[in-house]
């Protein structure tokens, strides 16, 4: 009696995880998001499985139908786009879900986030620079907490990750300008991060929503500001962590003094 909630990963059907791929090869039944996961991906499910397109449906049709499918001892494969855990709107099917007596395992994915940083070759943690990574999205239609404002978040000068937010890159600038970065702030843009036809945006604050509105990206876009998105950094040979500095000691190795 259970539910399998799998992350598919970004796009890239190579990057779904390994117990992952396992279940969609296993499943009775995959379910899954038809505007984001890829086709290609859900070819590799068991050949025998019954695969359901769930961007027609609601929230009770699809809580129905996998809890009908499990009743009936099949094994369901709920697959989600990147990591399920992230914007993914499975709370809402784990309650129903729970409600019907069935239970729910989640099998991670890679989150749009990472891949979007692979594919811009960054790492978003730069020691000295910033340690801090906030992951979160402009305010539209769907309210954000009031201690959540991006304005607010932004004040920590850390990097920051927005997802479903290409169509409020306005708003996005005004707010981390309120927050104090300047208009040279390094931002880039990954647009469908790990598919064929991904883009790639680099810019600043100030140039940010002329960018988008000339690439023409309004969706499947991932936002990530900060100075750790300074090309210029691969230049440089600056912000080394201690972790591999011949003179730090750890427990794996004795740190040579300096001269």
């Not at 990057?15 to 984001?36: F, P, Q, R």
């Not at 880039?188 to 140039?207: E, F, G, M, N």
Request: aromatic share 4%; with cysteine.
């Amino acid at each position: 009696m259970k539910v399998y909630i799998v992350g598919a990963g970004p796009g890239d059907p190579d990057l779904i995880t390994v117990k992952g791929l396992t279940l969609l090869k296993e499943a009775d039944v995959v379910l899954y998001t038809d505007s984001l996961v890829s086709e290609e991906l859900v070819k590799r499910a068991n050949p025998k499985a019954e695969v359901l397109q769930s961007s027609g449906m609601a929230l009770e049709e699809m809580v129905e139908l996998m809890s009908e499918r499990v009743r009936q001892n099949k094994k369901v494969v709920r697959l989600h786009t990147g990591d399920p855990s992230v914007y993914g709107a499975i709370m809402e099917q784990i309650v129903l879900l729970k409600q019907a007596g069935i239970e729910v395992e989640i099998v991670p994915g890679v989150s749009s986030v990472f891949a979007a940083a692979a594919a811009l070759g960054a790492e978003l943690t730069i020691p000295e620079l910033t340690q801090t990574l906030i992951l979160t999205r402009a305010e539209g239609r769907t309210p954000v907490p009031e201690r959540e404002k991006l304005r607010d978040l932004a004040a920590h000068h850390c990097t920051i990750a927005l997802f479903l937010s290409a169509t409020l890159t306005k708003k996005v600038v005004k707010e981390l300008r309120e927050a104090g970065w300047s208009d040279d702030t390094p931002v880039a843009v990954v647009q469908r991060a790990s598919w064929p036809d991904q883009v790639i945006v680099r810019t600043t604050l100030k140039h940010l929503d002329e960018e988008m509105g000339r690439h023409g990206i309004r969706s499947h876009a991932m936002i990530l500001a900060g100075w750790a998105l300074d090309p210029r950094l691969h230049e440089k040979n600056e912000h080394r962590s201690k972790l591999y500095d011949k003179t730090f000691t750890h427990g794996y190795r004795k740190g040579v003094s300096a001269p």
